[in-house]
């Protein structure tokens, strides 16, 4: 078992439960994660994750900085996407197919459609969450049950485990948001 595997995880899982209850924290603990799991995944041949978390560096410095910049006045409310959230979803299979196709050609990746979906599909998510829009959680919920099979076929039992660890996170970050969403929205139209 890899240490800075398990390290990896360790932060993860803290990222992902400062992220339910919306603390700011989340950012530099997820940085720590990111940069963590860029050697992992290169070691795993899982080319897809290692560039999803070269990324993920610069889209968590942006997070960081616009729930910062959000909190100047107040907190950055919960939105959700309307009618954009299924044309985002086709997106992502459009993008996740030619991602895959492009790692099975040009590279010697593992698995290089299913680690395809999981980058794609968590940089949207990622993008959500970002701006907090409470479709993210449905995007994380997706790429977690994709990702338990991938890091197990791998042999990642560390990462496997925070993933299936993700994805009872992900779910009750969904209810968490959408309790917080819905109080946000009755206060905003409160009955006559």
Known sequence: MD???VVAAIFGFL?????????IWCWPTGLVQVFLYIYVFFGAKLYSDMILHIIYVFMQ???WYHWRSG?????LPITTMGR???ISILLGLAVTFFWGLGMERW???ALPYADAFTTVMSLIAQWLLARKKLESWIFWIAVD??????????GLQPTTILYAVFLGLAMAGLLQWHKVWNATQAGAHPTE
């Open 3 to 5: 240490p800075i595997e």
């Open 15 to 23: 990222c992902v439960v400062l992220t339910i209850y919306r603390s």
């Open 61 to 63: 410095i942006y997070g």
């Open 71 to 75: 909190a100047a006045e107040k907190e």
């Open 84 to 86: 954009w959230f299924p």
């Open 107 to 109: 590279t010697d990746a």
């Open 145 to 154: 049950v994709v990702a338990v099979f991938v890091y197990a076929y791998r």
